[in-house]
């Protein structure tokens, strides 16, 4: 079976050519291109999404005129081998990919393609000979239509020459290059980033009449630890000793200012770093403190991190930043985060990189809480019966009042979609805009909560999370109303998943599965016998 106007045996050639060997895979790609585009109309000025780095893509660059250097291919690693093409102007095309059904008639190219067998085991005469007579039989074609956020191309963006390395790069990357940034992948290079401090270290005797070039700090092991000189503070003849039972016996003095004039003070250092970290609600005190600045809360709220902008300032040389857990509670005036230079200077070069990474936006901020109008529904026809009491709605009252909110209305349903719907449409009439629902939401048959609430108009589910105890949790919206769902569990834990995210949605802040994914780890309660939360590791 040809691949477009090439033999099999050719199309060999050309992916050796290419590819430095005919690889299986770009074989199977080139049928894959060839059958995508017959399906898009003749003339169709087309672009390409291929879901895989492997072979694939170098398929679309040799049958089609997309290719990632001109912009029309754009690779998405998502581990499938599957392709688009589409109309570049509508965004309407096909989306085909290897039906794992239909591979099953191939035991060969079965074996090769989920790794069945070691490749020194595989007949690879065998395995092209399935591939040709295959040609696309084991794929599936399937229309789509490309979001209109990922059809829009950037356009020429503008070329600068970093300060840092002297490369051409984009300026709407920063002040300097991503490289310089720290997202190199390597370790070395023509430009040493580091530079010995240019400080001079004498006898505490000779410093008499000097200013102290940085705080120093007295520490009484088990009662206090403070500066007990400060920078920039004289010298005298009586502070001789007291250095000396400090353990100084030599201290620093400033070199000559040309020595000094390509490096940054840590003092200088620290508070240009936190007038850029600190966000709306962070406060801090300047002039630093034995060279660091403490970050505190504001007012009370959600910390929120940007964990991008901190890894990235973290990954530079000379330069650090520590910070509590994002996405908690804090009260006002609650220290959050702390940033140094940590040797005594550093040099510009440096300095300027830390500065090019932190005009990507504050990392820290303040969210503070709204007051939600909470309407509580109370799923079960036990409880709708009298036969059992109900303990989910002082429960769940007792935690949003305790984080500031109201309730404003609450309701007892039985196991039954149309009631349950109706529930949420009598809380919304009465002024709610965030309904917590409750029990209901596990894998029993007469659990329907969570249809009744799509019934009710819930979109943007998410449902469960990788948080014990509580992962039967509900999330979406209906409307421009919150909607919480709480599992069983919460009768019988004093802290769920409720507790970790009802903060988070108070906040204004939407949750992602990523979010939830992201809360796998430290979503362990240990169950402790005597409950400490929030300070504990749980959400954290």
Request: hydrophobic content about 40%; proline content about 5%; overall charge negative.
């Amino acid at each position: 079976m040809n691949i477009g106007p090439y033999t099999f045996e050719e199309f060999k050639e050309v992916a050796r050519k290419f590819h430095g060997y005919p690889a299986p895979g770009l074989l199977i790609g080139g049928y894959m291109v060839e059958e995508a585009k017959s399906y898009l109309p003749e003339g169709t000025l087309f672009d390409a999404v291929v879901e895989t780095g492997k072979c694939l893509p170098d398929a679309v660059q040799v049958l089609t005129l997309c290719s990632y250097g001109n912009g029309w291919m754009r690779v998405i690693k998502l581990g499938r081998y599957a392709l688009s093409l589409y109309d570049k102007f509508t965004g309407e095309g096909v989306r085909i990919h290897i039906d794992m059904a239909k591979l099953k008639k191939w035991p060969e190219i079965e074996s090769w393609f989920l790794k069945l067998k070691p490749k020194k085991d595989q007949d690879t005469d065998l395995l092209f000979s399935e591939i040709e007579k295959a040609g696309h039989s084991f794929c599936t074609v399937t229309p789509i239509q490309i979001t209109e956020d990922f059809m829009s191309h950037k356009g020429m963006r503008s070329i600068g020459i970093c300060p840092s390395c002297k490369e051409a790069y984009p300026v709407s990357d920063g002040a300097i290059c991503r490289g310089c940034q720290g997202e190199v992948p390597y370790v070395g290079g023509s430009r040493d980033m580091v530079r010995e401090d240019c400080v001079i270290a004498v006898d505490v005797q000779d410093a008499v009449g000097k200013k102290a070039l940085h705080d120093m700090t007295r520490i009484d092991p088990g009662t206090s630890k403070g500066a007990e000189f400060k920078a920039g503070q004289e010298i005298t003849a009586g502070d001789v000793c007291r250095l000396q039972q400090m353990g100084r016996n030599r201290v620093y003095v400033s070199g000559s200012d040309d020595e000094l004039a390509d490096m940054v003070h840590e003092n200088e250092a620290a508070q240009a770093f936190a007038k850029r970290m600190a966000g709306d609600g962070i406060v801090f005190k300047t002039p630093p403190e034995e060279g660091k600045i403490s970050f505190c809360a504001g007012l009370k709220g959600l910390l929120t991190i940007d964990r991008d902008i901190l890894a990235r300032f973290n990954l530079l040389p000379d330069v650090m930043c520590a910070a509590r857990q994002g996405d908690i509670l804090v009260d006002a005036g609650k220290p959050v985060a702390g940033t140094r230079a940590i040797p005594l200077h550093i040099t510009k070069n440096v300095f300027e990189n830390a500065l090019s990474v932190l005009d990507a936006g504050p990392i820290f901020k303040i969210l503070p809480l709204r007051t939600a109008k909470v309407g509580i529904l109370v799923t079960g026809t036990e409880v709708f019966q009298g036969l059992i009491e109900d303990k989910f709605i002082p429960i769940i009252s007792g935690k949003v009042e305790r984080l500031g909110s109201e309730v404003v209305a609450t309701a007892v349903v039985p196991d039954d979609r149309k009631a349950i719907s109706d529930g949420v449409a009598e809380l919304r009439g009465q002024g709610a805009d965030l309904i917590v629902t409750t029990a209901g939401l596990s894998v029993d048959p007469d659990d329907v909560t969570r249809p009744a609430l799509v019934d009710a108009g819930l979109t943007d589910i998410l449902y469960g999370a990788p948080i014990l105890p509580g992962t039967m949790l509900l999330l979406g919206k209906i409307g421009n109303v919150d909607v919480m769902g709480v599992p069983a569990c919460a009768l019988f834990y004093k802290t769920t998943s409720f507790d970790l995210l009802l903060p988070i949605i108070l906040a204004g802040q939407n949750i992602t599965r990523k979010d939830l994914a992201s809360m796998a780890e430290g979503g362990l309660c240990l169950n402790c016998r005597s409950c400490t939360f929030p300070k504990c590791p749980f959400g954290k």
